[in-house]
């Protein structure tokens, strides 16, 4: 049974940095690609990035491009968000998803990350 | 990177039919078979119910049904039940290697 669970939400100052994670399970990180998708309070769905099923392949949205990084460690069966220099617009519930001809197929719980002062 | 664009609500009595239209360019839904359907309830994760346009995942009832023409992308749900009020998300791949979402479309089960 395929199972996401992330972890690492909380408060954070604006310009702070985040790392998210999201254990997996029933699956294996090196045999599908992994996104990261999140949603503000009340608002819709935002795709953020895509990382490849070897790993070698990582793309993101224009808004997160160079402040936000995507990596994982199989061998914890783990994906991570790396977020650096937050904004308030970034508060939002994170949400990891396995991936499947581009469809977000299992998703996790989702973990709601603050960005306050 | 645009988002799609839905109707923020839709509506339908139980039993009856209901369609929900995703609309995007020929650069994103027009130009790929990657357009995918998310139910999401209050509080919840959502839950994928279509991808590739038509296709189903396991688990999910035929009442469920996608279709593309030209630019814009239709989720169908038939035999409106009350468990199908709910946020409904479309996407699609955008190429480069990115996805695009839409808005979203609330579904009231009258």
């Known amino acids: 049974q395929v199972q996401l669970v992330e972890s690492g939400g909380g408060v954070v100052q604006p310009g702070r940095s985040l790392r998210l994670s999201c254990v997996v399970s029933?699956?294996?990180?090196?045999?599908?690609?992994m996104h990261w998708v999140r949603q503000a309070p009340g608002k819709g769905l935002e795709w953020l990035t895509v990382?490849?099923?070897?790993?070698?392949?990582?793309y993101y949205t224009d808004s997160v491009k160079g402040r936000f990084t995507i990596s994982r460690d199989i061998s914890k069966n783990t994906l991570y968000l790396q977020m650096d220099s937050l904004r308030a617009d970034d508060t939002a519930v994170y949400y990891c998803?396995?991936?499947?001809?581009?469809?977000?197929?299992?998703w996790g719980q989702g973990t709601l990350v603050t960005v306050s002062s | 990177q645009s988002a799609l664009t839905q109707p923020p609500s839709a509506s339908g009595s139980p039993g009856q039919s209901v369609t929900i239209s995703c609309t995007g360019t020929?650069?994103?839904?027009?130009?790929?078979?990657?357009v995918s359907w998310y139910q999401q309830h209050p509080g919840k994760a959502p839950q994928i119910m279509i991808y590739?346009?038509?296709k189903r995942p396991s688990g999910v009832p035929d009442r469920f049904s996608g279709s593309k023409s030209g630019n814009t992308a239709s989720l169908t749900v038939s035999g409106l039940q009350a468990e199908d009020e709910a946020d409904y998300y479309c996407?699609?791949?955008?190429?480069?290697?990115?996805?695009?979402f839409g808005g979203g479309t609330k579904l009231t089960v009258l």
């Open positions: 990382i490849s099923y070897d790993g070698s392949k990582k």
């Open positions: 996407s699609s791949y955008a190429g480069s290697n990115v996805v695009v």
């Open positions: 590739e346009v038509t």
């Open positions: 998803a396995k991936g499947q001809s581009w469809s977000a197929f299992n």
């Open positions: 020929s650069s994103d839904v027009g130009g790929y078979s990657y």
């Open positions: 029933g699956f294996t990180l090196s045999s599908s690609g």
